[in-house]
């Protein structure tokens, strides 16, 4: 258990995972991640989601042990995605007395991944409801879509802290010593991403609260500088470039539209420009997505395959599309031999993307780059930088 301290009434009952590859079967995860879960302690104890079956057996021993021979009241379910209520029906036959607190969305859910009859056990709440423990009072916050449709938050008022479900979450174990922006910013764009309308919505709401610590669902506990990570959200959710640069994301079968990408870097660099170059067929797909998004020019470049595009360029297209990718400059670059198709093919992305600028010129290799290619680059350079 990582050795984490809140408060003597809050403790931390979650879990590392070290040997996870891939977070939801898609995202790597170097150093792992954590499965947050929390216990307050007061007249009536309340269990604050549970964990993901990966570590069901620790985290019954860190309950157990932080409930020192004590009997839970109460199992708040802020979110019913399975890395965080894979245990709900093994904590309510453990404790057949425990309430299980949540929303009518959510309660609609738990026969979906779970034969329990919680008729007699269920407490249903709804905006702005309130739950007293003893000295600790629990006020509930709806926030749909962050990043599914029951998803609430939880704010206790005593101790100024919120419990905040995937927000302010990150990939990494508690025990990983790693820069939070990165790995936080890599999470929220993959997961969260898309639904940046309804995370404003809830920064809203989190306006009027005094909050002075965030306890999310994955990653650490944040108790200093919270304006910061409410700032970061901002620029997240808004779809703002966070820093100036460029992202450059390039696909190639022989190399020779690699090497093109990485003399656009060249270019760009020799300009001030900070660059951020990925070869999407080897390089992590989320970091290139998480950099899409920080920075606030794009340039794509790839060359035409079997008359489409390159089947990484189009899956790199395809997620900035469904993470609602917005608001920036785009430059392309297109390769081809006999019959260059992929210029017109990434601009019938981009053009779907909002408020998103496709730059010109367009610049066509043929095949492999030449004199007068690199002057056409020269020219996108100057028009995506003015």
Same mark, same amino acid.
């Given at each position: ?120 056990? @269920? ?138 990408? @990485? ?7 020799? @300009? ?115």
């Amino acid at each position: 258990m990582s050795k984490v301290t809140i408060s003597d009434a809050i403790r931390y009952i979650g879990c590392d995972d070290h040997d996870i590859d891939l977070f939801e079967s898609q995202y790597e995860v170097p150093n792992g991640m954590s499965y947050n879960s929390y216990l307050i302690l007061d007249d009536k104890i309340a269990i604050m989601d549970t964990a993901d079956a990966r570590v069901t057996d620790q985290w019954f021993n860190n309950l157990e042990t932080e409930l020192a021979g004590r009997t839970p009241d109460y199992l708040i379910v802020s979110h019913m995605e399975p890395d965080h209520a894979s245990n709900l029906k093994k904590v309510c036959d453990k404790y057949p007395s425990l309430k299980v607190v949540s929303n009518a969305k959510t309660f609609g859910m738990i026969p979906q991944f779970f034969d329990i009859d919680l008729t007699d056990r @269920k407490v249903e709440v709804k905006e702005g409801d309130t739950l007293e423990l003893g000295s600790h009072i629990l006020t509930f916050v709806m926030a749909p879509m962050v990043h599914w449709p029951e998803v609430m938050v939880t704010y206790e008022s005593s101790e100024k802290v919120l419990f905040s479900a995937d927000g302010f979450g990150k990939f990494g174990t508690l025990d990983t010593d790693e820069d939070w922006d990165c790995e936080a910013r890599r999470y929220y764009m993959n997961i969260v991403g898309k639904y940046g309308n309804n995370v404003q919505a809830l920064l809203k709401k989190a306006a009027a609260l005094d909050i002075q610590t965030i306890c999310p669902l994955h990653g650490p506990i944040l108790m200093e500088n919270i304006g910061r990570y409410i700032e970061k959200y901002d620029i997240w959710s808004g779809y703002k470039p966070e820093n100036e640069g460029v992202t450059i994301a390039y696909a190639s079968i022989h190399g020779n539209t690699a090497k093109a990408a @990485k003399k656009m870097a060249e270019i760009l660099e020799a @300009k001030g420009q900070k660059v951020s170059l990925f070869d999407l067929s080897r390089d992590d797909m989320a970091e290139a997505i998480e950099d899409a998004f920080r920075y606030d020019k794009l340039i794509v470049a790839s060359p035409t395959y079997d008359a489409a595009l390159f089947p990484c360029m189009e899956d790199f297209l395809y997620h900035l599309k469904i993470k609602n990718y917005q608001k920036r400059k785009i430059g392309i670059i297109e390769n081809g031999t006999w019959a260059p198709m992929s210029g017109k093919l990434m601009r019938a992305y981009i053009e779907g993307y909002k408020e998103c600028e496709i730059v010109e010129p367009v610049v066509t290799i043929k095949s492999t780059m030449k004199d007068e290619t690199v002057k056409e680059m020269e020219a996108l350079a100057e028009a995506l930088i003015k």
